[in-house]
């Protein structure tokens, strides 16, 4: 058997796919490995509930935000207390924004080469760069996108990286008057960037039809938070599972057990562990979280252009889930958009500003859950506490984690497609790192990496021997 | 406008003197402070809108606070962090011109993980403070 070994860039943080050979040259497994640990869940222990929200923000420099208001929802039921309205609206607000400036760096920065210049171009100018210089405005949009996004964080928060802002019970501060207006005032700029974007995407969908197909197109389960109504939702809510004819398969579940119905399974090459739907075992449960899946499970989004743009997705597999896992791309569109809309009616909600923002108690629960919906997916934080708070157990299921044997198929599914004999072209590598990217994984928070893959390309023969190796720059 | 961007780690001891810099530096009309652990992407239209940029970081080593002048260096791809010249670079790409900027930095030698500034770096770091306030008070 061969091994052909790609590392990954562009995403955030650094892993390795490797795709295994037959004797007959034909694929016959590819992996998508991720190679580092940091262990948030064990140095947190010994801390107390109080800092966790600022300690595991820490998990991730890209998305602290979700980490920060999962945490503060765990620390929320350890209190067991229901937080002011106004708070849980402030929260919903630096969600949006958080959405919005990661979906942008994800669509903008990291895949817009890809989808503007193509998975064949020189990998040269097949950057933001190139992208720049082909299409000025498009680079010029993604950076105002984001930064609309992390000025909403950094107004409420005080700071845009790692805000120490939502606590047990709350925020620790409100909106002023002067922030509401300051992002009320770009948030037309934001919209016709959204808007633009989507077009852009529709309109070029067609030139993609060869990677739609092949990259992670087959049917699977779907998880999300789904709204009480059914719609879409990414702060409360309940978990709804699809399947790939979207019937629903479980609705109604409650976030907090989610142990009895998500089991975690390890393997040995692999510190990313591979959840899967209980029910349904292991790995024939796997499902997908993040954009699609949150489309797919959603009947509504609820905002005007919004669910427009969703009756044009849905028209894509009619009275089905989409199953190609290209089209997060798709989904990560419609989301900006609907959430920038959604961000137009809290600013418009009087309550936005309210200075009820905490509610005070002690320890009320040993143990706590936080569920809710990172950019990337279902983001889940499990602690237990002791009387005084002081933290004895930590369990962290991110979204890159619950897509993770969803991402090994999709890698799969692209090394049969593009692999030929034993040749590792330039756009096999590039549409292995698409496939990978169109899940937008965190692996910074997946396993909390630290430090980087080496950019090289290996060959390894039947016996475990180096053929070839093959590097290039990050 | 000019601007004044402070770099560094909260948690990194000396490493966080430019962000020290820019949490203690007032804002003032045509003035404009902001602390960053790194220069990301967002920067660029604020870069695009200044006249004279002054960037503030930790340099690992002894010495004096040493200004330079910094111009716009070779592109780089746009990720999650930029040097102050591919700041600069991909503001001229972008806008068509990159403001006159500075980099001025504070010499540093304890980057180990916590807070306070070795002694060496908090009398520079201060000295730097008064100097910026003078200067951007019109008194220099």
């Given at each position: 058997m061969r091994h052909l070994r790609i590392p990954v860039t562009r995403i955030e943080g650094h892993g390795l796919i490797t795709v295994h050979l037959g004797e007959d040259g034909r694929v016959r497994e590819a992996r998508f490995h991720v190679t580092e640990v940091r262990g948030f869940e064990r140095f947190c222990v010994g801390r107390t509930i109080w800092e966790m929200p600022a300690l595991t923000a820490r998990i991730c420099g890209i998305c602290p935000v979700s980490h920060l208001l999962c945490s503060a929802k765990a620390g929320d039921a350890v209190l067991a207390v229901r937080i002011p309205r106004p708070a849980e609206k402030l929260r919903r607000l630096m969600n949006l924004g958080q959405i919005v400036q990661s979906h942008a760096l994800s669509f903008f920065h990291l895949s817009s080469p890809d989808l503007l210049l193509g998975w064949d171009a020189d990998p040269k100018v097949r950057n933001i760069l190139g992208v720049a210089a082909f299409d000025r405005k498009l680079a010029l949009d993604g950076i105002r996108l984001r930064a609309f996004g992390q000025e909403i964080i950094e107004i409420l928060g005080g700071k845009r990286i790692h805000p120490a802002w939502a606590v047990p019970g709350g925020v620790n501060q409100p909106l002023t008057e002067e922030g509401r207006d300051r992002i009320a005032a770009k948030l037309p700029e934001a919209m016709r960037i959204a808007q633009d974007a989507l077009a852009y995407y529709e309109s070029r969908m067609g030139?993609?039809?060869?990677?739609?197909?092949?990259?992670?197109?087959?049917?699977?389960?779907?998880?999300?938070?789904?709204?009480?109504?059914?719609?879409?939702?990414?702060?409360?809510?309940?978990?709804?599972?699809?399947?790939?004819?979207?019937?629903?398969?479980?609705?109604?579940?409650?976030?907090?057990?989610?142990?009895?119905?998500?089991?975690?399974?390890?393997?040995?090459?692999?510190?990313?562990?591979?959840?899967?739907?209980?029910?349904?075992?292991?790995?024939?449960?796997?499902?997908?979280?993040?954009?699609?899946?949150?489309?797919?499970?959603?009947?509504?989004?609820?905002?005007?252009?919004a669910d427009e743009a969703l009756s044009r997705f849905r028209a894509l597999a009619p009275g089905k889930a989409v199953t190609a896992s290209f089209h997060y791309h798709y989904a990560r569109l419609i989301e900006i958009l609907g959430a920038l809309e959604k961000i137009g009616e809290l600013l418009s909600d009087?309550?936005?500003?309210?200075?009820?923002?905490?509610?005070?108690?002690?320890?009320?629960?040993?143990?706590?859950?936080?569920?809710?919906?990172?950019?990337?997916?279902?983001?889940?934080?499990?602690?237990?506490?002791?009387?005084?708070?002081?933290?004895?157990?930590?369990?962290?299921?991110?979204?890159?984690?619950?897509?993770?044997?969803?991402?090994?198929?999709?890698?799969?599914?692209?090394?049969?497609?593009?692999?030929?004999?034993?040749?590792?072209?330039?756009?096999?590598?590039?549409?292995?790192?698409?496939g990978i990217r169109?899940?937008?994984?965190?692996?910074?928070?997946?396993?909390?990496?630290?430090?980087?893959?080496?950019l090289r390309v290996v060959l390894v023969g039947p016996e475990g021997e180096i053929l070839a190796e093959r590097t290039r720059g990050a | 406008m000019i601007l004044v961007i402070g770099l560094g780690h909260p948690l990194r001891r000396d490493d966080g003197v430019g962000?020290?810099?820019?949490?203690?530096?007032?804002?003032?009309?045509?003035?404009?402070?902001?602390?960053?652990?790194?220069?990301?992407?967002?920067?660029?239209?604020?870069?695009?809108?200044?006249?004279?940029?002054?960037?503030?970081?930790?340099?690992?080593?002894?010495?004096?606070v040493r200004w330079e002048r910094v111009k716009p260096g070779p592109t780089p791809p746009l990720t999650h962090t930029l040097p102050p010249q591919g700041l600069l670079s991909w503001t001229a790409r972008l806008f068509g011109s990159a403001p006159e900027a500075w980099l001025v930095t504070v010499p540093a030698r304890d980057f180990s993980l916590g807070e306070g500034f070795s002694p060496r770096t908090r009398l520079a770091a201060e000295a730097l403070l008064r100097r910026l306030r003078a200067y951007l008070g019109g008194e220099e």
């Open positions: 030139s993609w039809a060869e990677e739609i197909e092949h990259f992670g197109n087959f049917p699977s389960l779907f998880m999300a938070l789904v709204a009480p109504d059914g719609s879409w939702e990414h702060y409360g809510g309940f978990l709804r599972v699809v399947d790939a004819e979207r019937r629903i398969v479980a609705d109604g579940l409650d976030p907090a057990r989610y142990p009895e119905y998500i089991g975690e399974a390890v393997e040995p090459w692999s510190y990313l562990k591979f959840p899967y739907y209980k029910p349904y075992g292991y790995p024939e449960g796997m499902y997908r979280v993040g954009p699609l899946a949150r489309l797919n499970c959603c009947e509504r989004f609820g905002t005007k252009l009087p309550e936005i500003l309210s200075t009820r923002v905490r509610a005070e108690a002690g320890i009320n629960e040993l143990e706590g859950v936080g569920v809710h919906e990172a950019p990337r997916g279902t983001l889940i934080h499990h602690y237990g506490v002791d009387e005084t708070g002081v933290i004895r157990r930590v369990n962290l299921i991110v979204s890159t984690g619950h897509n993770n044997l969803a991402m090994n198929r999709t890698v799969a599914q692209i090394a049969e497609h593009w692999l030929s004999g034993r040749e590792i072209t330039e756009g096999l590598l590039n549409r292995l790192e698409g169109a899940y937008d994984p965190c692996l910074s928070c997946s396993v909390h990496a630290v430090g980087r893959m080496p | 962000l020290w810099i820019a949490q203690n530096l007032e804002e003032r009309e045509g003035v404009k402070v902001l602390g960053a652990q790194e220069l990301t992407p967002e920067l660029i239209p604020q870069l695009a809108a200044a006249d004279l940029v002054i960037f503030v970081d930790a340099r690992h080593g002894a010495g004096p």
